[in-house]
């Protein structure tokens, strides 16, 4: 009865109304009351860093919940920390099973916002404050789900783990660590990845997205250095005239367009869900020919799908010159790169050096914390168990495989040979996600469907 009113209120302040009617009163509270508290922890890089207290509120919280107070650990690194929990499986042998998050957040300026970031409120149906969405909430609905779990006796087959890293939003090391001590895992989920959309209008889902594939994230220096001299005696080979030409070659350019597994089933399933015909055709022919040149142009003048048919390289910083009476001595770029998962950066650094055609550049690797991974395979077990978990949770919503424009934590794993799928079960409206934005929101409706998924999902993927 009161789980009924609660959804209804959910439903009525949110304008959404969910057809499964969430039925763990006790999980879905602990989610809410453990989120804003979480929230209101300010866990940003630097001084203050309030990760290391959302660590010991997750802890505790795991604790309660029937994990053993040896088997979670929690570990300083910097002015950061990191988590790993672990529910002891019944078969040692078998590979462990991972849930993966991150708890700290991206900045937020109090001044900029609506509401203070840092002070978690519900309002209009919806949970506010930076983290709602990128990923306190999907954190804690995660722990609920466990300990809810362990209230219905349930016993893993294979070791379940749950871990948070503390710096996935800048440094990305301790991702990095985790990635390391859990390498021979079986499979991960990322719940700080993947998610539902809702209808614009309706506010109904409209379709779930889960990835098994990022972009790598690559930075290259090019530069060129010169003599120079005074301006009034002008040479041919300036500096900033010689790296502009090089850099109107490179965004020129277009690297092949390819496809994965991924990419294909991604194109074809979304493609029914786009609202422009000659994008959904485009879509449609890409997938079944990866070289249809009309298909081409159409996705790669899109900026929503240029990125999903190839490594996309483009220029984001420039910086020359030492006075303005004087021939550079030295011009220099930043070429940012996506680049399609199966091609080293080494590889595309080289297509971009041949591409500048200019002799008197030189290009090097300046990317900090990232690592070029392969998609992971379109496992059917994994695919089975979302499929299962989705209809259990939001009934009749269809499924859409992607790639992640990158990066996640989910990289290292990858990195590692440990397949790894971003699958969380937040929906929100395109228009309404502000992770990493301003004014926060997730609608606390998505936390009763959330828990039926997980607890759907978790004891199929640790059998
Ligand atoms: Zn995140």
Same mark, same amino acid.
């Given at each position: ?9 959910? %439903?009525? +302040? #949110? $304008? /959404?109304?969910?057809? &499964?009617?969430? =039925? ?110 990128? %990923?306190? +909430? #999907? $954190? /804690?609905?995660?722990? &609920?789900?466990? =300990? ?316």
């Amino acid at each position: 009865m009161r789980s009924a009113m609660l959804t209804l209120a959910a %439903m009525l +302040l #949110s $304008g /959404t109304a969910f057809a &499964a009617p969430p =039925s763990h009163p006790q999980a879905e509270a602990q989610a809410l009351e453990l989120a804003k508290k979480a929230i209101a922890l300010r866990s940003v890089v630097g001084p203050g860093n309030k990760t290391p207290q959302v660590a010991k509120l997750y802890s505790d919280a795991l604790i309660q919940g029937g994990f053993k107070p040896s088997d979670v650990t929690i570990t300083p690194y910097r002015d950061t920390a990191y988590l790993i929990a672990r529910w002891p499986g019944s078969d040692p042998s078998l590979k462990p099973f991972v849930i993966s998050g991150h708890m700290d957040v991206v900045e937020a300026k109090p001044s900029d916002w609506q509401r203070d970031p840092f002070t978690p409120i519900v309002e209009n149906g919806y949970l506010f404050g930076r983290g709602a969405t990128d %990923m306190k +909430l #999907s $954190g /804690t609905i995660a722990i &609920a789900a466990l =300990s809810e779990l362990r209230r219905q006796g349930f016993k893993p087959h294979r070791t379940l783990i749950i871990e948070f890293s503390g710096d996935e939003e800048t440094d990305m090391k301790t991702g990095a660590i985790i990635a390391e001590e859990l390498s021979n895992a079986d499979i991960v989920l990322n719940i700080d990845s993947g998610g539902g959309n809702l209808n614009e209008k309706t506010g109904q889902p409209e379709y779930f997205t889960w990835d098994g594939a990022e972009k790598t994230y690559s930075d290259f220096k090019l530069a060129v250095a010169n003599p120079g001299g005074h301006s009034s005696q002008p040479r041919k080979d300036n500096a900033i005239n010689l790296l502009a030409a090089a850099l109107t070659r490179i965004g020129q350019y277009r690297f092949k367009p390819e496809l994965n597994d991924l990419t294909r089933a991604y194109f074809t399933e979304a493609a029914r869900y786009k609202g422009d015909p000659k994008i959904a055709a485009a879509m449609r022919a890409f997938a079944a020919n990866p070289a249809d040149k009309a298909a081409i142009e159409t996705l790669a003048a899109d900026p929503a799908m240029v990125g999903k048919i190839g490594t996309t390289c483009v220029a984001t910083m420039i910086s020359g010159g030492h006075a303005q009476n004087a021939l550079p001595q030295h011009a220099e770029a930043n070429i940012n790169c996506r680049i399609f998962p199966g091609h080293k950066p080494a590889d595309i650094m080289a297509e971009l050096k041949k591409v500048a055609a200019e002799p008197a550049l030189t290009i090097s690797d300046v990317t900090g914390g990232s690592v070029a991974t392969d998609a992971s395979p379109m496992r059917p077990d994994f695919v089975a168990a979302v499929k299962k978990a989705l209809a259990a949770s939001y009934p009749g919503t269809p499924i859409i495989p992607a790639m992640a424009s990158g990066a996640s934590d989910s990289m290292w794993f990858r990195a590692k040979h440990v397949d790894s799928y971003g699958a969380a079960s937040l929906f929100t409206k395109a228009s309404e996600d502000f992770s990493h934005g301003l004014n926060e929101r997730t609608p606390i409706a998505d936390i009763g469907p959330s828990i039926d998924y997980y607890l759907s999902l978790i004891p199929d993927l640790t059998k």
